[in-house]
């Protein structure tokens, strides 16, 4: 959701920027726009509505000189999205330009305020509100770019990454921030890069500064970074390593980002497991479960909180916790949650689940478990995020950058973690005998083997994509291990290619949604061999009955399904609880193919964003 990305060095700042915001494309956004200070001291401001391809045939007659340049990808959230909303925003007199990510609760009356001074505003955003908050406040007061900042900040009630450049000041960009994340990179000789998370960056150092919350950052050319808050204290955040290549962020010969990071899934887990499950395949060591051993074992109740795709994967984790671990288990939508005025306890453990870490809704619900004294655990993808830094201890899952829109391989990502995560709260609550403790743990290891069996019905799926391109509607059925499943196959289909889909526990099915049962509806079941199996069968019986047509996925070698319905998947058999790893994949794959024989751009479906940085 909305990108950022700086550059001030010895470099032609405008291949770096461009570059840089095709690298935040998947973040989701509407519009585009770069500044640059040319070599004559002009601070030139180009912006477009739609693609980063639209804003370089924009610029391509235009002065695009200059070594000092932001650049922004704008996620509508206050004006439509065109290109005089489109970021960056000049001040009144055309000395700043600014860009932002976030969202200024108060700009109506900051803005009332400028309005009356006749300040006179270009675009309907809350962030030109910033922009002419700062040059008014350096006009009227005498003073510099910095200074103005910290004062203009004291009176910003809200979120906010931001980034200014001063055509007074050609050697400079100051950035700060307020929930909303901002990463600087280190350059060799003194160059400094600037991005709204590390991948506009890493293909040109791997020296990173985040930038916490209050940070305000002037980037000089060839001197130290300065970092202070609004206060003027100096502040002395830590230079991190980063450990992103560039193939991670390519796409490596893969049509889509998407269809990549599916294929990359037993690659994933096993980098996920690395390190964490010995070589015999006998024992998981987390280190965030030995560090708080006493706080996790002596959980009264853990509360999942997260959003979209990392919320079904906290549905799966809540039966593996609550079935290994006997603790209960809530799973809350930290949109909700962060509203409801909860009942929190000191002995509550939260489990904060985000693939981006930065997710406004969960970052909100952390707070207000910490309020309420609550232990947090995080599981996250995105190293350095602010979910991470905001709780008391967790586990990453490791899966290298997820550059599609659409959540997959974060999704099977989390649920390894919360499978390991279980097991190893499990034996030490010895809830779990040591038998079958081993046995899951080397069942585990060997999933990123079944994925890429799994794998293997990708040409199957594509040939049934077709005829499924022309569905209104599509339900998936599910029931225990497989109702999540359910629920993140709609999901993923909803969001690509724009079908409406429900997920739906199998057996709920006749309370209702049976009455949308025809031969016009695709029904997708989950149907692998568990304890349910036979129930299952029943609930396909049912839409049989009504003329539903079936697509069934079931384990390799099942003769009993082929029987009725219309077509059958085959995956490997594994053991209940890790089958959500395994009938994910060919979900994931179907709402690909179908979304691709639709035409739809995979990547960047419409409205969405990657990271949802605003409530
Ligand atoms: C779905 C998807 C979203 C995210 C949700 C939470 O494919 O990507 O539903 O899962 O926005 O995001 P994170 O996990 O970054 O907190």
Known sequence: MCGIVGYIGHNEAYPILIKGLKRLEYRGYDSAGVALINNDGGLNVYKAKGKVADLESYCEDKDKTGSAGIAHTRWATHGEPNSANAHPHYSASGRLALIHNGIIENYMTLKENLVERGIVFKSVTDTEVLVQLIEHIMLSNNIELLEAVQVALHQVIGAYAIAILDRNHPDTIVCARQSSPLVVGLGKEGDYYL????????????????????????????????????????????VKQIDITLGQLEKGGYPYFMIKEIFEQPACMRDCMRGRINVDADRITLSAVIDYRERLVTARRIIIVACGTSWHAGLIGKQLIESMCRIPVEVEYASEFRYRDPVIMP????????????????????ELARQAGAFVFGVCNAIGASIPRQTQTGVYIHVGPEIGVASTKAFTGQVTVLSMLALSIAREKKTIDDETYKHM???????????????????QIERLASIFTYAKNCLYLGRGYNYPVALEGALKLKEISYIHAEGYPAAEMKHGPIALIDSEMPVFVIATRDKLYEK??????????????VTALVTRGDTQIQQFADHVIELPDTQECFQPLIASIPLQLLAYHIAVCKGKDVDRPRNLAKSVTVE
């Open 195 to 238: 991005g709204s998370d590390a991948s506009p960056i890493a293909e040109y150092t791997d020296r990173v500064i985040y930038l916490n919350d209050g940070d305000i950052a002037v980037m000089r050319l060839g001197e130290e970074l300065k970092v202070v808050n609004m206060d003027n204290e100096t502040q002395h955040p830590k």
């Open 347 to 366: 002995d509550d453990v939260v489990i904060a689940i985000s693939q981006s870490g930065e997710t406004a809704d969960t970052l909100a619900a952390i």
């Open 441 to 459: 743990v080397a069942e585990l290891t060997l999933i990123p083997d079944k994925m890429e069996e799994a794998l293997k019905t990708n040409e």
């Open 536 to 549: 299952i069968i029943s609930n396909i019986q049912e839409v049989r009955a009504r003329g539903g047509r």
